[in-house]
């Protein structure tokens, strides 16, 4: 192979997945390096990610000279030269600048991105469009990316100031969801706010037992608490109570696993297709509750230039409840006026990551750059 791409994401979750890409939507072959294959230290972390890359290339009988490019995503912020401003769930890259440090070991052109940024990125290379992704996961990421594929209002050089975080690129920790509206919202599903806040408190280790939204306000909470995975448990087991009717539906071990985010999504999704009353309540009030904030997101960027009418692409595992959350969500955004369309991610319906994808865009990008 005379050239080709290398994009690198880097997870909080299972470890980091590599991949050689002809081309950003042609994936030659793709790697794991399991989390459990290097040390939590900055040092050793780059020397084991690159051992293996060098397996990767080497299997394809690749050299790294051929590279055109590496791109990488990874949860977190960063400042504008690329090093990390704050690394999410990943201590040891705080501070540090992989790029700068990747291009100097390779030799190679390097970038780096938020993974939200790039899994917009990669949405936006296949409809070459204006649209809004989204990413459900511990948390609710996103981008607005423009039909030039820029990333619009990343959040880049941040200086701690929630006010200062655009809507579209963090969603879930800087929209405020207002506590009063969602005592009457949980009522409606007959549903207990203050228990949510209870067990939500207690799966942050909040001695006090409160949540507080965005710039400390004591009056709301941080749209993520809800709208995630883990929020979509804390919200089923706020509508169960203590009724445990729905474990007629489950085997012993699903049952055990309700209080698990990681897992316990589709054992919830299996009680909503099966109509099971608290399933199907929490899938509704979550997309009543998504569209509400998305309602807070459209105000801010319909001022900043927003569209009528993207479409809305979102990604992650908790997304895969679309059919599920969605009709709600739906209907409600509609009656809001907002005929932006909730539909699941082109990537992922293609069997594809993407954020890998996101990143050989991105590596794409920066070799034109470097030409």
């Keep these: 192979m005379e050239s080709f791409l290398i ?21 030659i072959d793709d790697e794991l390096l399991h989390c ?12 084991v990610l690159l051992a293996r890359l060098d397996q990767l290339l080497k299997k394809n009988g690749c050299r ?12 977190g912020l960063f400042c504008s030269d690329g090093s990390y401003l704050l690394a999410a769930n990943l201590p040891f890259l705080s501070g540090q600048n992989l790029k700068l440090r990747i291009a100097e070991e390779t030799g190679r052109p390097a970038a780096i991105d938020n993974d939200a940024n790039l899994g917009g990125l990669a949405e936006w290379s296949v409809v070459r469009t204006d649209l809004l992704y989204w990413v459900f996961g511990g948390g609710w ?21 929630d006010r200062k975080l655009h809507y579209t ?22 549903a207990s706010f203050d228990r949510f806040e209870q067990i939500s408190a207690e799966d942050f280790g909040f001695a006090n037992g409160k949540l507080t939204g965005p710039a400390g306000d004591t009056d709301s909470i941080r749209a993520e608490v809800i709208l995630s995975g883990a929020g979509r448990c804390r919200l089923f087991r706020a509508v169960v109570g203590n009724d445990d009717f729905y474990e007629r539906f489950l085997d012993i071990h ?16 299996k009680l909503s ?61 509609g009656a809001a006026g907002i005929m932006s369309y909730l539909r699941p991610s082109v990537i992922d319906e293609r069997g594809l990551n993407a ?15 470097h030409v």
């Excluded at 981008?143 to 619009?152: L, Q, T």
């Excluded at 969602?182 to 009522?187: I, S, V």
């Excluded at 954020?355 to 750059?369: H, I, Q, Y």
């Design 7 to 27: 994009a690198i994401d880097i997870g909080a979750g299972l470890g980091v997945k590599m991949g050689l890409f002809a081309d950003p939507h042609t994936q």
């Design 36 to 47: 459990e294959e290097y040390k939590k230290d900055f040092d050793s972390f780059v020397g």
């Design 64 to 75: 790294m000279d051929q590279a055109r490019a590496i791109g990488m995503a990874s949860p």
């Design 141 to 161: 990421g996103g981008a607005w990316v423009d039909k030039a594929g820029h990333v619009r209002f990343p959040a880049v050089d941040w200086d701690g100031d």
């Design 169 to 190: 690129n963090e969603p879930g920790y800087a929209i405020p969801l207002d506590k009063l509206m969602l005592k009457t919202l949980f009522y409606q599903y007959g």
């Design 254 to 269: 699903e049952t055990r696993q309700m209080t698990d985010p990681s897992v316990a999504g589709k054992h919830i999704s």
């Design 273 to 333: 297709n099966m109509r099971v009353e608290a399933a199907v309540n929490t899938d509704r009030l979550f997309g009543r509750l998504l569209a509400e904030a998305a309602s807070i997101m459209y105000r801010q960027a319909r001022r900043d230039g927003l569209p009528e009418g993207v479409p809305i692409c979102l990604g992650g595992k908790p997304s895969y409840a679309l059919p599920y959350f969605g009709p709600s969500a739906q209907r409600r955004l």
């Design 355 to 369: 954020n890998l994808v996101g990143a050989a865009v991105l590596a794409d990008k920066t070799a034109s750059e």
